[in-house]
């Protein structure tokens, strides 16, 4: 194997063993997913629902939107916050391959800042003026996911370095890349959909504006549903394009890979089954929550797998490398109470907004 174009090991070494930092990396992406599934999900379904609302500030649809964007408000800053964390994580494992995937996707890496600024200020652009600033937050996002999708298929495949060197936007023609997109946006779409449907149940149940909450919770239901099936279309076709070696290592990985494989899909059947039950969402307010737990614990295990297919990506190149490790203990302390105090502040917030819900045209 070809290792010519992968830059030396960091001479620094490793601060602390390898097994810690990919429990750290899975674990920081959860979180970061949890937020931009809520920003990138929520303003491609808000941006629909309001072209259907049509402007009638009464219409459920407008109403969806409105809330969707309110959502926003928090969790573009918190998809933000938690999105430093496994990308420090990330270049402390793979810094040869992560910033050299960044290098050759030069300019367009740099622009993902931008589009970044753009979505933000858009997205209140939007809530206070409305216009098109909504399509403009939706397809700045969009943007940015296409972005991550690129350099993530870059930097695991180094055997293809000349040739994107040559032509970065060839990763476009990666057969993995619009399929794994697919996946990505489709996820991000049924989490907030599914969002949006448990906490308009959470108001119709307490009678809240029932009409608009009963209609609201029905529409981000069926959202849920079909995006869901499309998810586990789109599933089956991202496994069988994987690269042979890859799709083998996860194949013949035992428990250790199969088993978070297995599980996801059973948890995607068992999702359908759920999102297929309910025809009154309002109806079943403990299978709407129990739909939301489910797909977040599916979350969870895919990112598990998403990590797998990494490692298998990069093994070829990654087991002719062995770094010093030369633990930082104390470093790591003070980032795990910062974490804790961190992840119990973020809970402080979303109970109090549960809680303690903004009344009026603030209203989340």
Not at 108 to 114: A, D, E, Q, R
Not at 166 to 175: E, F
Not at 254 to 269: K, N, Y
Not at 274 to 286: C, F, I
Request: charged content about 10%.
């Amino acid at each position: 194997m070809n290792t010519d174009l992968i830059p030396a090991l960091d001479a620094a070494g490793m601060p602390g063993p390898p097994w810690l930092f990919h429990f750290l990396l899975v674990f920081t992406f959860f979180l970061h997913l949890i937020f931009m599934n809520l920003t990138l999900g929520g303003t491609l379904m808000a941006f629909v629902a309001n072209l259907r609302g049509g402007g009638r500030t009464a219409d459920p649809n407008a109403v969806l939107a409105k809330r969707l964007m309110g959502v926003n408000t928090y969790a573009i800053s918190l998809a933000i916050t938690t999105g430093v964390a496994p990308l420090l994580f990330v270049q402390v494992l793979y810094q040869q391959y992560f910033y050299s995937g960044t290098i050759l996707l030069g300019w367009i890496w740099f622009n993902m800042l931008v589009l970044l600024m753009i979505g933000y200020y858009a997205a209140y652009l939007h809530k206070k003026f409305r216009g098109p600033w909504l399509g403009v937050s939706a397809l700045t996002f969009f943007g940015i996911a296409m972005t991550h999708v690129a350099v993530h298929l870059i930097h695991v495949q180094p055997e293809k370095w000349a040739r994107f060197d040559a032509n970065a936007l060839a990763v476009l023609g990666d057969p993995t890349y619009w399929p794994r997109l697919l996946h990505f946006v489709l996820a991000a779409i049924t989490f907030a959909a599914l969002v949006a449907a448990w906490w308009a149940v959470r108001r119709a149940r307490a009678g809240v504006d029932v009409e608009v909450n009963t209609a609201i919770a029905a529409t981000a239901w069926r959202w849920g549903l079909w995006s869901t099936v499309l998810i586990m279309v789109d599933g089956f076709i991202l496994l069988g394009v994987l690269p042979k070696p890859v799709l083998l290592g996860v194949m013949r990985g035992g428990l250790a890979t199969l088993g978070p494989l297995t599980i996801s899909i059973l948890f995607g059947v068992g999702l359908l089954m759920m999102l297929a039950r309910a025809k009154n969402p309002v109806e079943n307010p403990g299978l709407v929550s129990g739909t939301l737990a489910a797909l977040t614990l599916t979350i969870a295990v895919m990112t598990v797998t998403r990590h797998q297919v990494r490692v298998l990506y990069l093994d070829p190149f990654t087991s002719q490398f062995h770094p010093t490790i030369v633990p930082q203990w104390g470093n790591f302390i003070l980032f795990a109470l910062l974490l804790v105090a961190g992840l119990a502040t973020v809970f402080w917030m979303i109970r109090r907004v549960l809680t303690s819900p903004a009344e009026g045209d603030e209203a989340a």
